[in-house]
């Protein structure tokens, strides 16, 4: 069985280690910026392990430990010890091509399939010219909307924003709200990444689903940003079939990518 111990380098310093990895094109679901590392470290610690053809890097969070890996060409996943948290697995690649190493191999060191998404956009020029009013969640909204994220989305994978993300997001207007009677029924929220258009998430209480909030918000979204962006980004759960047909109708497409995640639980 392989040790794990606390990685005891900085982020700068991992960085450069994961370059040379990468330089060898070893196969790997880890393609963070070097900046990147020093956040998850200073959220939580980073644990390694190197065997025969192969690196891994756990990052501990709340939840999990989310699993990073470099392995050589002919080389095969290993099994893990026994943690006292769950293991999340995501590998983001081209459907045509699908993920490598396959599911099927994770399989046989104790994984097993979670969910999977895949990626969608539209071009800003096709999100039409429709004029819309919109408003945006205010910032004594924070502990009702946290509270609505918590309760929409699954605990792994979906990178809910902290109190203090948040709370910067509602000063700069990436909250989108929808209102009735005064009253929050949901919200978008949605970020930039150069000149694409990224929406983070979107909910809309329980009771108010159905009717349509959804599709009203992500069209706010689209009036909003189409004029300052070369394209709009989200992803979305396959197991979703209303939210897959509501951006369906609003033009979006896949882009090929898709990101199957897997758990391993003691």
Do not use: H
């Given at each position: 069985?392989?040790?794990?111990?606390e990685n005891?380098t900085?982020?700068?310093?991992?960085?450069?280690?994961?370059?040379?990895?990468?330089?060898?094109?070893?196969r790997?679901n880890?393609?963070?910026r070097?900046?990147?590392w020093?956040?998850?470290m200073e959220?939580?610690?980073?644990?390694?392990?190197?065997?025969?053809?192969?690196?891994y890097?756990l990052?501990?969070k709340?939840?999990?430990f989310?699993?990073?890996?470099?392995?050589?060409?002919?080389?095969?996943?290993?099994?893990?010890p026994e943690l006292?948290?769950?293991?999340?697995?995501?590998?983001?690649?081209?459907?045509?091509?699908?993920a490598?190493?396959a599911p099927?191999?994770?399989?046989?060191?104790g994984?097993?399939?979670?969910?999977?998404?895949?990626?969608?956009?539209?071009?800003?020029?096709n999100?039409?010219?429709?004029?819309?009013?919109?408003?945006f969640?205010?910032?004594?909204?924070?502990?009702?909307?946290?509270?609505?994220?918590?309760?929409?989305?699954?605990?792994?994978?979906?990178?809910?924003?902290?109190?203090?993300?948040?709370?910067?997001?509602?000063?700069?207007?990436?909250v989108?709200?929808?209102?009735?009677?005064?009253?929050?029924l949901?919200?978008?929220?949605?970020?930039r990444?150069?000149?694409?258009s990224v929406?983070?998430?979107?909910?809309?209480?329980?009771?108010?689903?159905?009717?349509?909030?959804?599709?009203g918000l992500?069209r706010d979204?689209l009036?909003?940003?189409?004029?300052d962006?070369?394209?709009?980004?989200?992803?979305?759960?396959?197991d979703?079939?209303?939210?897959?047909?509501?951006?369906?109708?609003?033009g979006?497409?896949?882009?090929?990518?898709?990101?199957p995640?897997?758990?391993k639980e003691?």
């Amino acid at each position: 069985m392989i040790e794990i111990t606390e990685n005891k380098t900085d982020g700068k310093a991992l960085a450069e280690e994961i370059a040379g990895y990468l330089s060898e094109k070893r196969r790997t679901n880890c393609f963070l910026r070097p900046e990147e590392w020093d956040g998850i470290m200073e959220r939580g610690k980073v644990f390694r392990t190197e065997f025969s053809g192969g690196l891994y890097l756990l990052a501990e969070k709340e939840r999990q430990f989310d699993l990073f890996y470099f392995l050589e060409q002919d080389a095969v996943p290993v099994s893990l010890p026994e943690l006292q948290k769950p293991v999340i697995l995501e590998q983001v690649s081209a459907e045509r091509t699908g993920a490598s190493p396959a599911p099927e191999e994770w399989k046989t060191v104790g994984f097993r399939r979670y969910l999977q998404r895949k990626r969608l956009f539209l071009a800003a020029k096709n999100a039409g010219k429709e004029s819309r009013e919109i408003t945006f969640c205010k910032e004594n909204e924070q502990e009702r909307i946290q509270t609505l994220l918590a309760e929409s989305f699954e605990p792994y994978t979906s990178e809910l924003p902290d109190a203090e993300t948040l709370a910067a997001d509602l000063r700069e207007k990436r909250v989108i709200a929808a209102r009735k009677d005064g009253s929050l029924l949901g919200f978008l929220r949605f970020g930039r990444e150069k000149k694409i258009s990224v929406l983070r998430q979107i909910a809309v209480l329980p009771a108010a689903r159905g009717g349509g909030i959804g599709d009203g918000l992500v069209r706010d979204w689209l009036a909003l940003e189409r004029e300052d962006v070369a394209k709009f980004q989200l992803w979305v759960r396959e197991d979703n079939p209303p939210a897959l047909r509501m951006y369906e109708k609003l033009g979006f497409l896949p882009d090929g990518r898709i990101a199957p995640v897997m758990i391993k639980e003691n």
